[in-house]
């Protein structure tokens, strides 16, 4: 907890201010605080969704954080779409999309929203941790770990390489002579975009794919037929894709039932999952640098300035980062419907930047930066009620509630 000293006096202050609001009215208060988005974030925020390996850290988080009353809430993150009755869609572009929807109360995206998403600056975003996209691979238990190149890694993800052996180099210990199998994605996915992102980034112009940095596999500009005609056909690679798409649960295990199969996946799912651990798969180096808690913080520790709206970008960030390395975040709409909305989200996105920072890194995620946690906790004054923003923003307020009838004077 030592890099929290700094930030005593601004928490007190904080926690100070939510105590002094009357909060009495139970009756309006949400029995659930509900999300969807990233499963990046579901180990996280939750143990009721989201990926099925072992979440200890969300249980100890959601056992303290509903501490208290009957009346407190209950967390739920990617369980069941109150609209549909079904399974929330588990990638970034859902966690933008509900909480604009007013379906959940709040978001998880590995990349913030853009104009095109969230045109009125309905949404605040709050970086809760560091999530590092690991190179897995499928190889036997003997094989030498791979240090990966950004350009052998744009050369293997767009067809160009068949076989490991391609890799060997003299004097190098030797990777075996068996096909590369490709898994990708195929949803609208920020693994994806923080991937491609790092790639268009790092090999000059090498990779011609989608992804150039600005979230354009969210917004449309991503084509699973792109990547799948990327392959030479004459090659015998192939690309496999995870069944469904759903997610990086799904990546996981079509990973590990496909010997010489390689793919890009969440480095805190990755550590988690039974074929990790029995070393059916592994990961690889990226220019040098091995993913962990520690290279993760180190790439937003390369900043020069910390925006006020937390829209942090640290792909392909130098030594001793590790280069494919993005922030998580929540999103949360700025005005919402009731104070206990209000006060449940600060108290919740609070203890994400306090306690949940030690656990974050328990669960394979960097810690945020003192800097950046000064201006996470300035932000969340910023998250009010409709009577309380209705005069200072009208517009965005009627935009989200037009039959309000605070807007009738305003129109």
């Known amino acids: 907890m030592n890099r929290f000293l700094s930030l005593l006096v601004l928490l007190s ?6 105590a002094a609001k009357d909060f009495s009215e139970k009756k309006e208060c949400p029995s659930i605080i509900n999300g969807a988005g990233s499963t990046l974030l579901g180990q996280f925020v939750n143990h009721n969704g989201g990926p099925t390996f072992n979440d200890s ?28 009755g079904s399974a ?13 929807a007013n379906i959940t109360l709040f978001g998880g995206t590995d990349v913030f929203p853009t104009a095109a998403q969230d045109p009125n ?13 690991a190179i897995a691979y499928n190889l036997p238990p003997n094989t030498p770990q791979v240090d990966f190149s950004a350009t052998v890694l744009a050369q293997i993800f767009s067809g160009q390489v068949a076989f490991w052996s391609d890799l060997n180099k003299p004097g ?17 996915s920020g693994s994806t975009n923080d991937f491609t992102t790092f790639l268009n980034r790092a090999t000059g112009g090498l990779w011609t794919l989608f992804g150039n940095g600005d979230n354009s596999n969210l917004t449309g500009g991503f084509s699973i037929n792109e990547w799948i005609n990327a392959f030479p056909p004459h090659n015998g690679l192939g690309v496999r894709f995870a069944p469904q798409a759903t997610g990086t649960t799904d990546v996981l295990t079509e990973l590990a039932s496909t010997p010489g199969a390689i793919a890009y996946v969440g480095y805190n799912n990755l550590i988690l999952s039974p074929a990790f651990i029995n070393r059916t798969i592994t990961f690889g180096l990226v220019n040098g640098i091995a993913p962990s808690p520690a290279t993760f913080t180190a790439a937003l520790s390369s900043l020069k300035t910390i925006p006020a709206n937390l829209h942090l970008d640290t792909i392909n960030s130098p030594a001793p980062a590790y280069p494919i390395a993005n922030p998580t975040n929540l999103v949360v709409r700025s005005c919402l419907q009731t104070s206990c909305e209000v006060r449940e989200l600060r108290e919740f996105l609070y203890y994400l930047a306090t306690i949940g920072q030690d656990t974050a890194v328990n669960a394979g995620l960097g810690a945020l930066t003192t800097p950046i946690l000064a201006q996470y906790i300035k932000n969340l004054s910023l998250l009010r ?15 989200t509630t037009p039959n309000h009838h605070h807007c009738d004077k305003h129109r």
Not at 88 to 100: I, N, P, Y
Not at 172 to 188: C, E, M, N
Not at 385 to 399: A, L, N, S, Y
């Open 13 to 18: 202050t904080v926690t100070s201010a939510f």
């Open 57 to 84: 850290f969300m249980v100890q988080a959601t056992q303290n954080f509903s501490v208290g009353t009957d009346n407190e809430p209950k967390l739920a993150y990617n369980g069941v779409n109150p609209a549909t």
């Open 88 to 100: 929330f869609d588990q990638d970034s572009s859902a966690g933008v999309r509900e909480t604009l």
């Open 121 to 133: 600056n309905r949404l605040l975003t709050f970086p809760v941790a560091v999530a590092g996209i």
């Open 172 to 188: 190098q210990p030797v990777l075996p002579h068996t096909a590369i199998k490709v898994i990708t994605r195929a949803d609208a």
């Open 385 to 399: 009620t409709i009577e309380g923003c209705v005069d200072e923003r009208v517009q965005q307020c009627c935009f």
